[in-house]
């Protein structure tokens, strides 16, 4: 962003949702919806025909420094500083957003519960996640700090099983981008 101006910035940044979303092949995205570790420009920008909540637990750093979320999302989408694993909804939510956001958590099993816990029976749940592609190298990822940004390394199989074990059955996983440590999925499951 530092190169970009704010507004074309954040034009890219809405393009890059609606051409993310568009790969989910997703029913309409109404009802209550949850932007899980949201960033300062997530994919509550896009959402327009939901009731939106966002949530992040560096909200007020974004807002601080780089002015973010704008006025025109304030507005309409309910903002909570809070990390994944601090959060609970009792009011259950159509669809979860947690794209890029959960393997940043310090404790993922709980942030998990708290999310499979949070979407009401039939709701979808969209999360994206880099997946290591070769053993050996998640191995040394879970030794070494090569990669201190994602405490949480896992393959493809034990994101799935993470969300099977939640009640949140997967129904497609869908290959974003290409690497060759990491690939990068969106795993898009349903709570049975």
């Keep these: 962003m530092r190169n970009r101006n704010l507004e074309e910035y954040l034009s890219w940044k809405k393009a890059y949702w609606q051409d993310f979303v568009a790969q989910l092949n997703l029913p309409k995205i109404e009802g209550r919806t949850l932007d899980a570790g949201c960033g300062p420009a997530g994919v509550f920008m896009i959402l327009n025909e939901a009731d939106v909540t966002a949530i992040d637990p560096l909200l007020e750093k974004y807002e601080n420094d780089l002015n973010l979320p704008s006025e025109e999302y304030k507005e ?19 669809f979860i957003f947690c794209l890029n956001a959960i393997n940043h958590v310090k404790d993922m099993s709980k942030a998990l519960h708290n999310l499979g816990e949070s979407l009401k029976p039939g709701g979808r749940m969209i999360v994206s996640i880099d997946c290591h592609n070769f053993k050996l190298f ?54 049975i």
């Design 138 to 191: 998640k191995g040394l990822f879970k030794i070494l700090p090569f990669d201190i940004l994602h405490p949480h390394q896992f393959d493809l199989d034990e994101y799935q099983s993470q969300l099977m074990n939640e009640g949140i059955k997967v129904e497609r996983s869908i290959l974003i981008k290409n690497g060759f440590i990491f690939n990068y999925y969106a795993l898009v499951g349903r709570r």
């Design 76 to 94: 309409r989408i309910t903002f909570k500083p809070l990390g994944i694993e601090d959060y609970f909804m009792i009011e259950h939510f159509d």
